[in-house]
């Protein structure tokens, strides 16, 4: 079982990319608002750690992030780390309210 993000934790970012926050800005003008990349921009999982709910019939931006895995050869023992793409949905802040609102 994993470990619930805190807040602060749900705000931060280990790794940026310059892609996803072109997308984002994108997406932000044809929200009509000024959101910013890696500000106003989380998961849906990230906005419930910071206290926050997804609107109903609100519509998720798409993104590639990487995750790494970590593999071991099965003839020799070495691990290695492999990335692979994984879409992402996210929602920008003029898109969700502070819970029980």
């Given at each position: 079982m994993t470990e619930?993000?805190?807040?602060?934790?749900a705000r931060q970012?280990?790794?940026?990319?310059?892609?996803?926050a072109?997308?984002?800005e994108m997406a932000a003008q044809l929200h009509?608002?000024?959101?910013?990349?890696?500000?106003?921009w989380f998961t849906y999982?990230?906005?419930?750690?910071?206290?926050?709910q997804v609107q109903k019939g609100e519509k998720?931006?798409?993104i590639t992030?990487?995750?790494?895995?970590?593999?071991?050869?099965k003839r020799?023992?070495?691990?290695?780390e492999k990335a692979y793409p994984h879409r992402t949905s996210v929602f920008c802040r003029c898109q969700v309210k502070a819970k029980g609102e």
């Open positions: 619930k993000m805190t807040a602060a934790q970012f280990d790794t940026h990319s310059q892609e996803n072109m997308v984002l009509g608002c000024h959101c910013k990349p890696y500000v106003d999982n990230r906005w419930q750690a910071q206290g926050m998720s931006t798409k992030t990487w995750v790494t895995v970590e593999t071991e050869d020799t023992g070495e691990k290695k």
